[in-house]
């Protein structure tokens, strides 16, 4: 399983835009990149998924490299709301028998 | 959220007695898995299953049992082997590709 490594925390200040960043070196061919949102006292929620290039929807953008061995989650015009955790994921998602790996994740903190 | 249903969601225990912590989903997910959460880590996998009557362990599976005989349905038994079991426990399905989580079970044991 591909290893992940994002920076702890992070702080911002409302309206700017976070980018958040995770390494995965050794991500396999069929491995696709997904991070998910975890507020406290709650299960993780997910934000956004890719395999190359950039995706996009209402919530973020995830950038992704030619050689696919980082990502980067960007987040537009933070509010206080989204302050949480934020988990970079790395597998073969259509795997069901897989262990997906959270690690601590990146804890962002949004100042007003 | 949204289709999965745990319960209760704050549990307290007496050190040495068994709990079972409820599972449920209308998803149709075959999928399902039970996490364990400490404060400020990550989640950590306890056990999966992919199909009815079958599961598998996960990383930290011992302690922990658990059953898969309706699809709806994966209940998880904390048993008194379980060294540390005060926790977070969330319960996850997957249908294709995400993971649907349910609201989390908070079990405290003294």
């Known amino acids: 399983l591909a290893k992940t490594t994002q920076p702890i925390s992070m702080d911002s200040y409302e309206g700017q835009e976070v980018n958040i960043t995770c390494s995965h070196n050794n991500i396999a061919t069929n491995d696709y990149i997904t991070w998910y949102q975890q507020f406290p006292s709650q299960g993780p929620r997910f934000i956004i998924q890719g395999y190359k290039t950039k995706v996009t929807n209402e919530v973020a953008s995830l950038f992704i490299p030619a050689d696919r061995k980082s990502s980067t989650l960007s987040l537009p015009r933070v509010s206080l709301s989204d302050t949480a955790v934020y988990y970079c994921l790395v597998g073969d998602m259509y795997n069901y028998g897989q262990n997906f790996v959270f690690g601590p994740g990146t804890r962002l903190s949004v100042l007003p | 959220d949204g289709g999965i249903t745990q319960s209760p969601k704050y549990l307290f225990r007496k050190e040495g007695q068994n709990v079972t912590l409820s599972c449920e989903q209308n998803?149709?997910?075959?999928?399902m898995y039970w996490y364990r959460q400490d404060p400020g880590q990550g989640l950590r996998l306890i056990y999966y299953?992919?199909?009815?009557?079958?599961?598998q362990k996960g990383d930290i599976a011992e302690g922990y049992s658990v059953s898969r005989e309706k699809k709806e349905s994966f209940p998880l038994t904390v048993t008194s082997a379980q060294k540390n079991p005060t926790a977070f426990y969330l319960c996850a399905t997957s249908g294709s590709y995400e993971q649907y989580f349910g609201p989390g079970t908070r079990l405290t044991v003294t």
């Open positions: 998803l149709n997910h075959d999928a």
């Open positions: 299953s992919q199909i009815v009557n079958d599961f």
